[in-house]
């Protein structure tokens, strides 16, 4: 673990596995539950080749290698301040030969990648649509809406990057699933596995986690739903056993 200097506004998190830590700043947009389950969700094999599109602060990215030794990332983030403090998490953590923070633009990114060369493509992507009245140079809407990023460039990209039988893993919201449907069969990139994120049992869910194959044939397993709390606002036994249970 190396020591880095700060920015003002910046923070050292632990993320409470392996010993790494994440570099956050406090005027930024700040990584929620919805890393940690996709990262959860992630099936990655030693040696597999993984792509994430719209890094941020590398929260997933570390995770997923927290959990899946003797994987390599390519981590792709279009805001230059952001993907330069995560670089400084990757070198806070010493995992730089493995995890490498691109400063791109995820609808160019055939400008510095490879096509077909990827096991595994992984995002968590901006969830809401751009519209008037969003401030389109401020970072965390452009964390939180399509300004840079929406989900036809998102599976333009992937469906590029995969190899044949590769995996697409995200995390969006169930209000998006129509589009989402759309654009993978447009790019043949098929759905295989659905589970709804719910706040409460009873309430409608407010996340959902897909993953998909390229070139599959048509099939969807739906998986029981994940509750995120119990009745009396703590979390779930299953939710408590993926906080703490990271290298199962």
């Given amino acids: ?20 830590k994440i570099i956050q700043d406090n005027d930024g947009f700040k990584f929620g539950i919805d890393a940690v389950l996709l990262s959860n969700f992630v099936k990655a094999k030693r040696g597999s080749k993984i792509c994430e599109l719209g890094t941020g602060t590398g929260v997933i990215s570390l995770l997923i ?8 990332i390519d981590a792709v983030e279009i805001q230059k301040d952001v993907s330069e403090m995560a670089n400084r998490s990757i070198l806070l953590n010493g995992v730089e030969d493995d ?56 599976f333009k990209a992937v469906s590029g990057l995969l190899n044949n039988r590769g995996r697409f893993f995200m995390i969006h919201r169930p209000n998006r699933l129509a589009d989402i449907m759309y654009y993978a069969r447009k790019y043949r990139v ?30 969807i397993i739906m998986e029981k739903p ?10 779930t036994d ?3 056993d993926i906080y703490d249970n990271k290298l199962r």
Avoid at 8 to 19: F, K, N, T, Y
Avoid at 65 to 72: I, L, R
Avoid at 102 to 119: A, H
Avoid at 226 to 235: F, H, K, Q, T, W
């Fill in 1 to 20: 673990m190396r020591d880095l200097d700060l920015k003002d506004s910046e923070v050292i998190d632990d993320l409470q596995i392996r010993g790494y």
């Fill in 65 to 72: 290698h927290a959990k899946n030794p003797g994987v390599s």
């Fill in 99 to 154: 995890i490498r923070i691109i400063n791109g633009d995820v609808r160019e990114i055939f400008d510095f990648l490879d096509k077909n060369s990827y096991d595994i493509v992984v995002s968590n992507p901006p969830y809401m649509s751009s519209g008037p009245g969003i401030n389109k140079n401020d970072k965390k809407a452009i964390s939180r809406h399509e300004i840079t990023l929406n989900v036809e460039d998102i």
């Fill in 190 to 219: 098929e759905p295989k596995v659905v589970r709804y994120v719910h706040p409460k049992a009873g309430e409608a869910p407010n996340m959902v986690l897909i993953s998909f194959t390229k070139g599959a044939n048509p099939e």
């Fill in 226 to 235: 994940l509750i995120v709390y119990n009745d009396d606002g703590s979390y």
């Fill in 238 to 240: 299953e939710i408590i």
